[in-house]
T-cell receptor
């Protein structure tokens, strides 16, 4: 089955700790994205990558870092600089083509909470 | 600045009736619109889309209407079923944009 796998489903972070959220896709998609969802808010873009070894900041990149060493993988690190990390994090991917941003395919998400 | 707005946070509808979810946008550059459906603790799934060259797109029980002059689109679900109970996100984009712009979502509850 093709899809996007996010792990873990639930993650707890201690103050001052960096944590990494995993995202793997086997859809052969070129573009990958990280979104954050807070209660009562829409999805906000953290980082995106349109090709291996390249990524761009989204609207709320401060306190986060990413890497794209493989086409299939786009891990997100929530650093200690992110002061309000509690949220639901969604990874997505899309085909590269005429438009890279249509029809995003989402993973099932990671709920990050601060201890 | 929220470029895509869903002003109704929640909607309740009886099973079998029509559900109408509304979405407004402010950016006149948007030329492609999508609706996503999201269940709790899951990622959103694509539901239906419409290009700005059309004013209506149908897929089974789901129809999206686009009114460009009013910068408004709506999703109609007929007939509504209990399994349709979820949060619905409206999203928009334009050629050259790097991502989708999402609304805040509307929680639909279909009452059996």
């Amino acid at each position: 089955d093709g899809g996007i796998t996010q792990s873990p489903k639930y993650l707890f972070r201690k103050e001052g700790q960096n944590v990494t959220l995993s995202c793997e896709q086997n859809l052969n998609h070129d573009a990958m994205y990280w979104y954050r969802q807070d209660p009562g808010q829409g999805l906000r873009l953290i980082y995106y990558s349109q090709i291996v070894n390249d990524f761009q900041k989204g609207d709320i990149a401060e306190g986060y870092s990413v890497s794209r060493e493989k086409k299939e993988s786009f891990p997100l690190t929530v650093t200690s600089a992110q002061k309000n990390p509690t949220a639901f994090y969604l990874c997505a991917s899309s085909m590269q083509g005429r438009r890279t941003n249509e029809k995003l395919f989402f993973g099932s998400g990671t709920q990050l909470s601060v201890l | 600045d929220q470029q895509v707005k869903q002003n109704s946070p929640s909607l309740s509808v009886q099973e079998g009736r029509i559900s109408i979810l509304n979405c407004d946008y402010t950016n006149s550059m948007f030329d492609y619109f999508l609706w996503y459906k999201k269940y709790p603790a899951e990622g959103p799934t694509f539901l239906i889309s419409i290009s700005s060259i059309k004013d209506k797109n149908e897929d089974g029980r789901f129809t999206v209407f686009l009114n460009k002059s009013a910068k408004h689109l709506s999703l109609h679900i007929v007939p509504s079923q209990p399994g349709d109970s979820a949060v619905y996100f409206c999203a928009a984009t334009f050629r050259g944009a790097n991502n989708l712009f999402f609304g805040t979502g509307t929680r639909l509850t279909v009452i059996p």
